[in-house]
């Protein structure tokens, strides 16, 4: 029998029993009337007491549901096991060998549908809090200088060109150095991270732990140029005759998608990607300190019901709008995580369910007056096995706006596949690769992250990275990486 059957856990020592009775420790956070007006990150992070307390409650299963439920297979007991036992460090190091970024996964993975939702006392209550734990890791040891320097392989003399720096390319530049790899990444923004940087806010992400993630890369000696867009200044197969021996492409997933509704291109229209790297990357949260146009949003109404719906709400909020959301199914169907939509929701965010844009509305000047809507209903299942949002008819209705947020989901970046014609693509624009290896159509060439999995996320987008990475050392040196 194993240890994550119930009733084998249940009918164990009395101190695990008692420790399955401690409740899920709740995450301090900013209270939503001060928060709503500032960009201070929202959870404050487990003290290293409540982290203890909360480690304190895994049961140690032999056959762990939560490592199967990790896209890259942490080894969470033991990692937790670490915590609980008073070893901070040895936590994060123990995190460190499955993935690069644990301060950026233990805040932004949705571990309610992967980790978490395979933890035993779940079953019965409250799965342990991985995720806070993870956090409270990564956190303690930058804070307390524990994060030790990886250890070099001696120089292969192999030349690898990394294009794009969000978490997949980070991932496979810092594995690659590590083997002792030259790597050189390009970046097409003035900063490296992706949408860690330009995407996520502050309040949900602190850029400086990007910015540590960014620099230790640098500290292993990747070379990062910025402003660099790979198709415009040079293309793939330039880098490829300057002498690079492989190539990985992890351009993301940052074409907006727009509604296709009259006047969508009136002033006041933004993709949630514009409004959002305005406001973080050019910072014009920050403004007059810093030149960007500022963005005033008196009343916002943003589009769309996920996690890149919610960040752009409760951003246009904090600038000092009535921030309202717009989505055409139901709470349920919403793909955000519960824990952004509840966050939204106690600042104050005001939610319009079941209901769809039709026009927007505008003055002489071709400035946003507001969204015309149309009330929905749901209807039978569809592809996705959501029910159907069925108009109304006859249940046209204006929300006023002088902002319109479009969020309503992203393609893959162009660019790069149109300008390297060996390398196939699918009908959705996504970069074809080898499922086992990463390897596109052209060889030495590799992708990963959104460019081929679509808009997805941080830890599956890390996690084909470590694969590529594994695989380039292969195609490079011949024989497995080292250890
Ligand atoms: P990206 O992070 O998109 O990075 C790609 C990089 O490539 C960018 O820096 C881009 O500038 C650069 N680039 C593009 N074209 C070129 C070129 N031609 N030359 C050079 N560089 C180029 N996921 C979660 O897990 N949890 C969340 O809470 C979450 N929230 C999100 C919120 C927002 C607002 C958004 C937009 C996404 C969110 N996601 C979330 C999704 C997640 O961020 C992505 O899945 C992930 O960042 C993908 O990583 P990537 O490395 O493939 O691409």
């Known amino acids: 029998m194993t240890t994550n059957d119930p009733k084998a856990e249940q009918s164990e020592a009395t101190p695990k029993k008692a420790r399955m009775k401690i409740p899920r420790q709740p995450m301090p956070e900013q209270d939503p009337r001060r928060r709503r007006t500032n960009f201070e990150e929202v959870p404050r992070g487990y003290s290293e007491a409540t982290a203890m307390l909360e480690a304190?409650?895994?049961?140690?299963?032999?056959k762990p549901g939560c490592v199967e439920g990790c896209p890259v297979n942490i080894q969470i007991p033991a990692f937790i096991k670490e915590i609980a036992e008073g070893r901070f460090v040895e936590a994060l190091l123990k995190l460190k060998e499955q993935t690069a970024l644990p301060a950026v996964c233990g805040r932004v993975c949705p571990q309610e549908s992967q980790c978490e939702a395979r933890c035993i006392l779940g079953k019965k209550g409250e799965p342990v809090a991985i995720g806070r734990?993870?956090?409270?890791?990564a956190d303690y040891a930058r804070k307390h200088g524990g994060v030790p320097e990886p250890i070099k392989a001696t120089a292969t003399g192999k030349k690898v060109a990394v294009v794009g720096?969000?978490?997949?390319?980070?991932?496979?530049a810092g594995e690659l150095a590590r083997w002792g790899h030259e790597v050189v990444m390009f970046e097409a923004l003035h900063l490296a991270g992706g949408v860690l940087m330009y995407g996520i806010p502050q309040f949900r992400l602190p850029k400086e732990i990007v910015q540590y993630e960014v620099n230790s890369l640098k500290r292993l000696g990747v070379t990062i140029h910025t402003d660099y867009v790979i198709g415009k200044s040079e293309t793939v197969d330039q880098l490829l005759e300057e002498g690079f021996d492989a190539v990985f492409i992890a351009t993301g997933a940052g074409l907006p998608v727009f509604l296709g509704i009259p006047n969508e291109n009136a002033i006041g229209v933004f993709s949630a990607n514009e409004f959002l790297t305005r406001a973080n990357l050019m910072r014009a949260i920050d403004f007059p300190r810093f030149a960007t146009s500022p963005i005033r949003p008196h009343r916002a109404?943003?589009?769309g019901g996920g996690n890149v719906a919610m960040d752009a709400a409760r951003t246009a909020l904090r600038l000092g709008a009535e921030s309202a959301i717009v989505y055409r199914r139901s709470k349920a169907e919403m793909p955000a995580r519960g824990e952004e939509i509840h966050h939204a929701e106690e600042e104050g965010v005001v939610f319009h369910m079941l209901t769809n844009p039709k026009r927007i509305v505008?003055?002489?000047?071709n400035r946003v007056t507001g969204v015309e809507c149309l009330q929905m209903e749901l209807g039978e299942p569809d592809a996705s096995g959501r029910r159907r949002p069925v108009t109304v008819a006859g249940s046209e209705f204006i929300v006023p706006a002088d902002t319109v947020i479009v969020a309503i989901g992203n393609q893959p970046n162009p660019l790069v596949p149109q300008t390297a014609p060996?390398?196939?693509?699918?009908?959705?624009g996504t970069i074809n690769t080898d499922p086992v290896t990463m390897?596109?159509?052209k060889l030495g060439v590799f992708a990963g992250g959104d460019i081929v999995s679509g808009a997805a996320t941080v830890i599956s987008a890390m996690g084909q990275g470590k694969k590529a990475a594994f695989y380039m050392h292969r195609y490079l040196m011949g024989v497995d990486p080292p250890q």
């Open 439 to 441: 390897m596109t159509s």
């Open 56 to 62: 304190s409650r895994c049961i140690q299963c032999k």
């Open 165 to 172: 720096a969000g978490p997949a390319g980070i991932t496979v």
């Open 133 to 137: 734990l993870e956090r409270f890791a």
């Open 301 to 303: 109404v943003t589009v």
């Open 362 to 365: 505008v003055d002489e000047r």
């Open 422 to 428: 060996e390398i196939e693509t699918s009908r959705w």
